[in-house]
């Protein structure tokens, strides 16, 4: 299959159909944003002593140093004290405006950057908004999203200047659940917001991707691979640290939190850690990525974490090294289903760290170039089966992807919900093709009735209940 030229298609009919938003509660998270920012606005100056404009790099370094609250981070350009949010974590017990600014600054940026695009860019014609992919922009296969829009103040193009894959999630939530006829209920379930609730989803407060809704007379169905890019290096590798715990239909994470610490010693937060330190290392991350992506912890911890991690991948680094080195011989690299990356201009630069930057494109861009084309490869399979499936016309309709993740807006009636969300299911299953001992399989799909509110649902002897 020309994968590529075959996806445009496909690609096409899914940017053209609109992405229904609920205004009103975009409108009323916006209200409701300005006033805890003014909140918290006179917390800050009440701690600080002093009023002073907190959005403002300098003078909240000024305020901050003046407190004795030093980051020891420096900008590159004008030198002064780092207030970004990273930066300001460790500083967190040592006084209590740093927890108050740093809720402040994300309050702020999700306003800006999710709250605002979503009203800017509404549409009353077709109640949202259409939302642009390029196929072509990123090296390794994968999807991006959005125009470069100078006025965000309008809709001035048929596509919505917003990357709908940069959207956040809020923080976990759980939940219970009870049967209920109510119209809002869920394949006959409600679920209430319960800390001691076993079924985890987002919390729903000030949360963007509660704007995003299904189509009247549907519920938004979101597919995604379970382990999708572990999966693939343990094939690809052979690292018994994910083969072995992945072939059992184990947890990679708890394995490695295992392997690092022994299993006497293996408790949640430090599975958290493993899985950190899976993603943050898997494609050539050293203790400066873990410190990225865990600024509360010190650089000491992070430097003692990677040293654990590689003496328990030492497979997963050796074939990591030969394919960097056949790269560098052949002056390209080619993934699994034949997506040719050139790297030679890499390698023959006398900068080591353009050499280095060349060994860490080998090891991401086979992975994630792979995970790239298998996406397209299901989305064309989903188009040809499911859209194009005359009965199921206005049945379904696409809302987004987002890196690994499909959603759409499916008719909530059993007799098109169950076979669409079966049908969908095999298009992520069936890939044969791949010659893998361990497959790629669908998570159970979540459903919900927004994007931003959505429940893992199976199928137990025919009868669908949340997990």
């Known amino acids: 299959m ?20 609920d205004l009103k509660r975009a409108e009323a998270d916006l209200v409701e944003s300005e006033k805890i920012l ?76 999710y709250i605002e695009p979503f009203i800017n860019y509404y549409d009353p014609k077709i109640e949202g908004f259409r939302v642009s992919y390029q196929a072509f922009n990123v090296p390794t296969g994968r999807l991006s999203s959005g125009l470069k829009d100078k006025d965000k103040k309008s809709v001035n193009t048929f596509f919505a200047g917003f990357n709908i894959q940069s959207i956040i999630k809020t923080e976990p939530k759980f939940y219970t ?14 679920f209430i917001q319960d800390d001691k609730g076993k079924h985890e989803s987002w919390g729903t407060h000030l949360a963007p991707r509660c704007y995003i809704k299904p189509y009247p007379g549907h519920y938004v169905v ?32 708890k394995a490695t939190a295992y392997q690092m610490w022994g299993k006497e010693a293996y408790n949640k937060e430090r599975r958290t850690v493993a899985k950190e330190c899976n993603f943050g290392l ?60 050139r790297v030679s201009p890499y390698y023959s630069s006398p900068n080591r760290k353009v050499v280095s930057f060349a060994d860490r494109t080998v ?31 206005a049945k379904i309709r696409f809302i987004a992807t ?19 969300i079966a049908r969908i299911t ?15 399989r669908a998570s159970n799909p979540l459903l919900g009735n927004t994007f931003g509110s959505l429940f893992e649902f199976e199928n137990k002897d025919g009868i669908w209940q949340p997990v």
């Open 38 to 113: 003014r909140d918290y606005e006179r917390k800050i100056w009440e701690l600080a002593n002093q009023r002073f404009v907190i959005h403002a790099p300098a003078q909240l370094a000024n305020v901050l140093l003046g407190m004795g609250l030093d980051t020891e981070k420096r900008t590159k350009v004008t030198l002064q004290m780092s207030t970004d949010i990273d930066d300001l974590i460790p500083l967190k017990g040592k006084h209590d405006i740093i927890a108050v600014v740093i809720d402040y600054k994300e309050l702020l940026k999700k306003r800006s950057s």
């Open 426 to 440: 095999r298009c992520f299953e069936e890939l044969d093709f791949l010659n893998f001992d361990i497959p790629l």
């Open 222 to 253: 979101d597919f995604d691979f379970s382990g999708e890019e572990l999966v693939i290096i343990a094939n690809l590798s052979r690292d018994p640290a994910y083969y072995e715990p992945l072939s059992k239909g184990g947890d990679p994470h």
């Open 177 to 190: 659940s009870e049967k209920s006829n109510e119209p809002d209920a869920v394949l006959g379930y409600k």
């Open 2 to 21: 020309d994968l590529d030229n075959t996806f445009i298609v496909p690609l096409m009919k899914f940017m053209d159909t609109p992405i229904k938003i």
């Open 402 to 420: 987002l890196h690994d993740e499909i959603a759409f807006s499916v008719d909530k009636r059993p007799e098109y919900l169950f076979p669409i």
């Open 363 to 393: 090891s991401n861009g086979e992975i994630q170039g792979l995970a790239g084309d298998i996406l397209r490869y299901v989305m064309i399979k989903i188009y040809n089966c499911v859209f194009c499936e005359p009965s199921w016309e």
């Open 282 to 341: 898997n494609y050539g991350g050293y203790a400066g990525t873990l410190k990225g992506r865990m600024p509360e912890k010190s650089m000491g911890e992070c430097q003692d974490y990677y040293d654990r991690w590689r003496i328990t991948h030492k497979v997963l680094l050796a074939y990591q090294k030969r394919r960097q080195q056949e790269s560098r011989k052949l002056g390209y690299f080619k993934t699994r289903m034949g997506r040719i990356r």
